[in-house]
């Protein structure tokens, strides 16, 4: 069981969405190793960019074009000298390394989590 529980009405402020990720480049200034993500989020939201410490199971070339799940009603967070928009969701293997949170299918980008 969780450590908490949460109502509904919490759940629903959330916001979890699908984008595709279209730009991926390395951030020499985080502090942990990191890349910088744009990802899609269609024609709604837009663009938005996250940090993600995600470097040690993806490279930048099998990353682009991979759909993620990302909450992006978070405040912006400054990052080093980067502003992270949303955060790219995952969880951590045996290793301490991020698995990303993807979706089984394509879906449209923007697509809320119901």
Not at 4 to 11: E, G, K, P, V, Y
Not at 34 to 49: C, K, S, T
């Amino acid at each position: 069981m969780s450590e908490q529980l949460i109502s509904w009405a919490d759940f629903e402020q959330v916001d979890l969405r699908v984008g595709t990720i279209v730009g991926v480049q390395d951030f020499p200034k985080a502090r942990k190793p990191a890349y910088q993500l744009e990802v899609d989020f269609g024609p709604e939201i837009g663009i938005l960019r996250s940090s993600a410490q995600i470097t040690a199971l993806y490279t930048q070339e099998e990353l682009l074009g991979k759909q993620v799940q990302a909450v992006v009603n978070f405040p912006k967070k400054q990052i080093a000298n980067f502003m992270s928009e949303c955060l790219v969701t995952g969880y951590e293997d045996e290793h301490g390394d991020i698995v990303l949170a993807t979706v089984e299918r394509a879906v449209p980008n923007g697509c809320k989590l119901k």
